[in-house]
């Protein structure tokens, strides 16, 4: 018997194992397809590369913007081999990684509980005193499409394995993915619609940033909120899709569709009703958001498998610090919870750091918003980025910073120094004694920070 059994070998599956052999030997991982990560095959890594190119193209091509006239051509055939390559790059680190592990602590194919404390794994069972299941999560397809646009209908796992960018593509969604990815193929030169079953875009959840990153977003790209297809079919090799906008029917045609709507578990496929008979409705399992346990037995679930912040960093941190849980079983503690931290890799781009607004009015925490505006803001100007604003979270009663929200350029450098500020408790009076160089875009972070100041003082 063993003492740990991992399954799944993605980001949290692969810290959980790096953290286990530090305590143990006697552990087994188990892994149904790729040894490596959806990050870096599928994910964050590979759209990196894809919108860097894009944001680069953009640059050029918006260059008067800095005083530039540019005449030159951009040739794009090179993108998409660009892409695969440098992810390649990155899943051979991973698989480097794991190639040195020893052969007889992993296993390749699909696991299958048969009991509480056993699984299967090609015809074998293997037995553990405890089990971390980090299986992950598939791109959300909608079958009958797919079955209708065959290889037309493609999600984010296969959007990079294109051979050439398209002329024009139609994108589901309007989450964190769909807005990434399409932007990045309209700054290419393809051709992007897409299709939003709601009026938000990204993850903000402050009402004026959202209308403002709406405002934003469909300066440049063609988004239909509140639209989705009604039907779709395939006319030789370019898909038709009907659909109603404004009172009128309409049709669009392009040569691909993404489907960005979501991921759903890989846990379906674990058989957790052979450790318990309710555990049959996924969606309802009861798995602590804090402990990572499920019901009462020693099984940890982490990563994308379960989760409402499916993210790299927390799925490492989550893999890392399970490994206690698992040793100590029943003994088991909450794991220590990172301030928060989310990006989208847009352009403003966006960021939350800490609590959201929406969580502070959920919370019914007393505070004040300190803003500013990006449009007049020094060295946004001189970037010509001057786009979007910010709004700070402070709590009136402690002056502590709670959270923020960001639609700006570099979003993702001041979401990360403003997760460290609220993560030490900083008030706002001492983040203000920090120095602010100038010219740099922290100097607006000041600017509302010295807005909020002014409400608590008066």
């Known amino acids: 018997m063993y003492d740990i059994i991992i399954i799944g ?36 890594m590979p ?22 006239k540019v005449t030159s051509q951009i040739d794009t055939r090179d993108v998409m081999p660009h892409v695969r390559k440098l992810r390649d790059r990155f899943t051979a680190a991973t698989l480097k990684d794991v190639n040195s592990w020893k052969p007889e602590h992993k296993i390749s194919g699909k696991a299958v509980f048969v009991s509480p404390d056993t699984v299967s794994v090609n015809d074998q069972h293997y037995q553990a005193k405890s089990f971390i299941l980090a299986v992950g999560s598939t791109p959300a397809l909608n079958t009958d499409w797919k079955n209708e646009l065959k290889d037309r ?19 589901i969604g309007s989450g964190v993915i769909a807005i990434e990815l399409a932007q990045a193929m309209q700054r290419l030169g393809v051709k992007t619609t897409i299709f939003a079953r709601s009026r938000k875009v990204g993850i ?36 038709e899709i009907s659909y109603t906008e404004n009172g009128i029917q309409q049709k669009i045609y392009t040569d691909y569709v993404l489907s960005a709507t979501g991921r759903i578990s890989n846990l379906s496929s674990l058989h957790l009703d052979h450790i318990s008979e309710s555990f049959t409705d996924l969606k309802q399992l009861p798995v602590d958001p ?15 498998a379960h989760t409402a912040k499916p993210l790299q960093h927390e799925a490492a941190h989550d893999g890392r610090q399970i490994i206690r ?7 088991v503690q909450k794991l220590p919870v990172l301030t928060g931290l989310g990006i989208v890799f847009s352009e403003p781009e966006m960021a939350i750091a800490g609590k959201s607004h929406k969580q502070l009015i959920q919370e019914n925490i007393s505070f004040v918003t300190g803003f500013v505006s990006y449009e007049r803001q020094g060295r946004a100007i001189v970037l010509g980025k001057n786009k979007g604003a910010i709004e700070v979270y402070v709590e009136q009663k402690t002056r502590k910073l709670l959270g923020a929200e960001l639609l700006i350029e570099s979003a993702e450098h001041l979401a990360h ?42």
């Open 204 to 239: 903000l959840t402050s009402p004026f940033l959202q209308e403002l990153a709406q405002t934003e977003l469909s300066k440049e790209m063609d988004i239909k909120f509140e639209v989705l297809p009604e039907s779709v079919s395939l006319k030789d090799d370019t898909v």
């Open 153 to 171: 209908l493609i999600s984010s796992d296969q959007v990079f394995e294109l051979d050439q960018l398209p002329d024009s593509m139609a994108v």
């Open 290 to 304: 804090f402990t990572k346990q499920l019901g009462s037995f020693p099984v940890f679930v982490i990563g994308d």
């Open 417 to 458: 120094l403003l997760s460290w500020m609220i993560s030490e408790n900083l008030s706002i009076d001492s983040i203000l004694e920090k120095p602010f160089y100038h010219p740099t875009l922290e100097e607006g972070l000041r600017t509302a920070l010295k807005h909020a100041r002014r409400q608590l003082d008066a």
């Open 47 to 68: 759209s990196k590369v894809l919108i860097s190119t894009a944001n680069r193209m953009h640059d050029i091509e918006q260059a008067d913007e800095v005083a530039l």
């Open 325 to 331: 849980n698992c040793l100590n079983y029943p003994d």
């Open 9 to 44: 070998a993605g980001t949290a599956g692969i810290a959980a194992y790096k953290e286990a052999i530090k305590h143990t030997q006697n552990i087994l991982i188990i892994n149904d397809g790729p040894w490596d990560t959806t990050c870096a095959r599928v994910g964050c």
